[in-house]
Structure formats: C-alpha cells, structure tokens
C-alpha cells in the first residue's frame, strides 16, 4: 500500500519562510517522480515542483527563484523550501508520486492528503 504523508504546512506572514516534508513509501513501482501541487480555494490544482529520482527538477514560474525542491533517497522524504512567501501562495500542498518530470497533475499517480500553507499580507 502505498503511502504518502505530509507536513510543515502553517500560516507565516508575507515575505516568512516555510518548510514542507513529505514521507513516502520506499519504493512505488514506475513512479519515481516526486512533486508538490497545491490547490487554491476555487481554483485547480497545479503543479509547484517535482524532481526525478536523480535530482533533475521543474519548477512553476510563479514560485522559481523563491521555493526549492529536493529529495532525500535514502530517507524516502521529499521537500520543499518555500521563502518570500505571498498571499497568493495560500493553498493546500500535497506531495506526490508520479511517472514524469512534469507539472501536469495528470502524470500523478500517488497522491498525499494535503498540508495548508497559509500567508497572510
């Protein structure tokens, strides 16, 4: 069973900083990708950041340059370093597994149960 938790999520002011965490099973065969989303209130979900088992990444233009992505392997654990953080930055994150270094929700096939990132102005 695969599973996928997260944590870090909080309210900061605009321009804190917050840390993501996310756990997952060891091993999810051909889904090796690891990646935040997020999903405002009203809107879609979309992609933030994934990075490939190798340390390859993509990032959101929205978010490049002020939150950074990484993996620790042999910890099965996935982060996300968010600074300079905006009211629009304001949604729920969830972690993901997927098959593709990309930001289309649709190469998710793992999803986690959501952490909420809240930044007030």
């Known amino acids: 069973q695969v599973q996928i938790t997260e944590s870090g999520g909080g309210s900061v002011q605009a321009g804190g900083s917050l840390r993501l965490t996310c756990v997952t099973t060891?091993?999810?065969?051909?889904?090796?990708?690891r990646g935040w989303f997020r999903q405002a209130p009203g809107k879609g979900r979309e992609g933030v950041a994934v990075i490939a088992f190798g340390g390859q990444t993509t990032y959101a233009d929205s978010i490049e340059g002020r939150f950074t992505i990484s993996r620790d392997n042999a910890k099965n654990t996935l982060y996300l370093e968010m600074n300079d953080l905006r009211p629009e930055d304001t949604a729920m994150y969830y972690c993901?597994?997927?098959?593709?270094?990309?930001?289309?929700?649709?190469?998710?096939?793992?999803w986690g149960q959501g952490t909420q990132v809240t930044v007030s102005s």
């Open positions: 993901a597994a997927g098959r593709a270094l990309s930001l289309m929700p649709s190469y998710v096939s793992y």
């Open positions: 060891s091993y999810i065969h051909g889904n090796s990708y």
